[in-house]
């Protein structure tokens, strides 16, 4: 299997993030608070 998927890779264009988009996801991450009740997930964005 190791054969099958070696010679059939191809290479992909390497994505590079902006320093904004960084830094968007980061502060994103820090507001989101997951709150479980009762077996339920509610997701808040603390902004």
Do not use: P
């Not at 830094?23 to 479980?36: C, I």
Request: net charge positive; charged share 40%; hydrophobic share 30%.
């Amino acid at each position: 299997m190791e054969k099958i998927y070696s010679a059939n890779r191809r290479k992909e264009n390497e994505l590079k993030a902006s320093d904004r988009t960084v830094k968007f996801l980061l502060d994103y991450s820090k507001s989101l608070k997951v709150t479980e009740a009762k077996g339920i997930k509610f997701e808040s964005n603390m902004n």
